[in-house]
Nanobody, 121 residues
């Protein structure tokens, strides 16, 4: 069992930056691939990015490539999402996820509760 808690969301102007954090419980954190998904109002939840268990591989949705960076610190059980050059269309609830299958996208087994990111124009 892995419990995930996101933080770092908020309101930012277009062009600004935010860094989301995801704190994971459990001693087996380093055995999980981790990812971020988001859900905008009236839309389905969508994949944003994922990182392999050792940080050696990362994957991004085309919509965030070059602007977002995912990283992890296995010693601290933390995953980060650095978001730069934010756009109003990035507005969504962002969810941290953990899974054991990572093929271009992550198949989550566990989800966090989500953190709101709002980008004003």
């Amino acid at each position: 069992q892995v419990q995930l808690v996101e933080s770092g969301g908020g309101l930012v102007q277009a062009g600004g930056s935010l860094r989301l954090s995801c704190a994971a419980s459990g001693r087996t954190f380093s055995s999980y691939h981790m990812g971020w998904f988001r859900q905008a109002p009236g839309k389905e939840r969508e994949f944003v990015t994922a990182i392999s268990w050792n940080g050696g591989n990362t994957y991004y949705a085309d919509s965030v490539k070059g602007r977002f960076t995912v990283s992890r610190d296995n010693a601290k059980n933390l995953v980060y999402l650095q978001m730069n050059s934010l756009k109003p269309e990035d507005t969504a609830v962002y969810y941290c996820a953990a899974g054991t299958v990572l093929i271009a996208t992550l198949k989550p087994l566990y989800w966090g509760q989500g953190t709101q990111v709002t980008v004003s124009s």
